[in-house]
């Protein structure tokens, strides 16, 4: 199918590969085209898509040789030969015309218009969820109180997800306020004013600051049978500290998970999208200020450089 790219979202990987800190050309090429949070119309009809519909899609191909790839979950691909569009072996979504295989594409409803371009990161958390429900759910367990590290784009947008199954949450990051975190229902906390470890104890710990110390301070935050899940990365060579009764008996003797999680399945894609339009009925105001920056192709330098929400690249109106 030939789809025209409507906005681009840019996030933490699309700055790491422009650094040379990660990503991978396709084969016998010199360049990598990025983008990989896109939004776009469909050109012609076909495949049970008309023309002028929106449309995203996912990230991950299959290495077409693993297990996990063969029951079409390229998420959890086993030898690490996967191509991502965008990222790895892949060109991606940062040009106005891309021809994508119509199994991939996922629609937007109209009623989501542009916020559609925030499908991909909420796909990931969407994962993130699922797995982390099923990891607590291997014995009698309950999620009633989750706390988030970091209010990013992925840090909001799983403290959303929460509020919408009515989860308790608290949002930790290192800013005086967050307007965004409370118009959700949930708390804000800085950290900058504030230690973790006086939040008391969750059933679920999310961390998306990209912070290693963090990472491992979350094993301590947890309530019984506990799941704290890694959503951050943080490639600095160095050392962190836990306490070792933390590790070495509370991990145990209360049944406590961490576990690592990227990427998304096909039904944590069509969940984003369900769960976003849910999220833009609930909060229509709020969720319109997740994206701060808007940029034409051209200013993508602009785009790379912002902090504070979500920027994007706009290659079509």
């Known amino acids: 199918m030939l789809v025209r790219t409507l906005e681009v979202g840019v996030c933490g990987t699309d700055r790491e590969i422009s650094e040379g800190l990660f990503g991978i050309a396709p084969q016998d090429e010199q360049l990598l085209v990025l983008g990989h949070e896109a939004l776009g119309v469909v050109e012609q009809d076909g495949y049970g898509f008309t023309r002028g519909q929106l449309v995203t899609a996912t990230v991950r191909r299959s290495c077409c040789h693993c297990l996990a790839c063969a029951e079409e979950s390229p998420d ?48 990931i958390c969407e994962r993130a969820l699922r797995h982390s429900r099923t990891i607590g759910g291997r014995q009698p367990w309950q999620l009633e109180r989750a706390l988030v590290i970091g209010a990013g784009a992925i840090g909001l947008l799983a403290t959303y997800l929460l509020r919408l199954a009515d989860v308790e949450v608290t949002t930790a990051s290192l800013e005086p306020e967050n307007e965004l975190v409370e118009q959700s229902g949930a708390q804000y906390v800085s950290t900058h004013d504030n230690e973790l470890s006086a939040l008391g104890k969750f059933d679920l ?48 003797l209360e049944n406590h998970v961490l576990f690592g999680s990227v990427n998304a399945h096909r039904q944590d894609w069509l969940a984003a999208v369900d769960d976003l339009d849910r999220a833009r009925e609930r909060w229509p105001e709020a969720l319109e200020q997740f994206v701060t920056l808007r940029l034409p192709l051209d200013r993508f330098q602009e785009a790379f450089e912002h902090r504070g929400g979500k920027a994007t690249l706009v290659l079509s109106d």
């Open 76 to 123: 959890s691909c086993l030898t690490g030969d996967y191509s991502e569009r965008g990222i790895t072996r892949l060109h991606g979504y940062d040009r106005e015309l891309v021809a994508e295989d119509p199994e991939q594409l996922v629609a937007i409803p109209k009623s989501l218009g542009r916020l559609g371009v925030l499908a991909e990161p909420t796909s």
């Open 205 to 252: 710990v999310i961390e998306a600051a990209g912070n290693a110390q963090l990472m491992a301070q979350t094993l301590g935050l947890l309530r019984r049978s506990g799941v704290a899940c890694l959503l951050g990365i943080d490639p600095h060579h160095q050392t962190v500290e836990l306490d070792g009764p933390v590790l070495g008996v509370d991990t145990i």
